[in-house]
């Protein structure tokens, strides 16, 4: 009997825990700054990912050993767009304002990028290096084809 006595005190402590236990204040919002900030080091990292993925594959790794920065460049893919909220529209970035005013167009087009990004996911776990080379260009058209038409190009270098 004396065994289930700290059992029962230790339970009922907890339980008295758990209800006095207020929750804390909500995460606040990030800053359309911030949301600027992560789309960017999203697009870097995109981009890194892909060149990997292109040179690894054109020097022979198996395309298995590329599924992890293919999964990761598909789920970047699919919420790539949710960071081009209207709330970021003013912040300066080389977002060109059709990115918000051709809104079914650009939708398009990061439909058609995370679409390929899937394919170049699916063919890397599948281990299957002429889909993987299929998807890779298929992606990087994607890419291509959004950054034509969304994004400014980068401002010239400064002298000296």
């Known amino acids: 009997m004396k065994a289930a006595r700290p059992i029962i005190v230790a339970g009922l402590a907890l339980t008295g825990w758990a209800v006095a236990a207020k929750p804390g204040p909500a995460p606040a919002a ?5 949301i600027v900030a992560a789309r960017q080091a999203g697009m870097a990292l995109s981009a890194t990912s892909l060149n990997f993925i292109k040179g690894a594959s054109a020097n022979g790794m198996p ?6 920065a293919a999964g990761g460049l598909a789920k970047w893919a699919a919420a790539m767009p949710t960071l081009f909220a209207e709330s970021t529209r003013a912040v300066p970035s080389r977002t060109r304002a059709e990115a918000w005013t051709n809104k079914a167009d650009f939708t398009a087009k990061s439909t058609a990028f995370a679409e390929a990004a899937k394919a170049l996911s699916a063919a890397a776990q599948a281990d299957d290096k002429e889909a993987l080379a299929a998807a890779l260009a298929s992606t990087g058209a994607a890419c291509k084809g959004c950054h034509d038409s969304y994004q400014a190009p980068p401002p010239p270098p400064r002298a000296g």
Do not use: V
């Not at 990030?30 to 911030?34: A, D, L, R, S, W």
């Not at 395309?63 to 992890?68: E, R």
């Open 63 to 68: 395309a298995k050993n590329l599924a992890f």
């Open 30 to 34: 990030p800053k359309p700054q911030e």
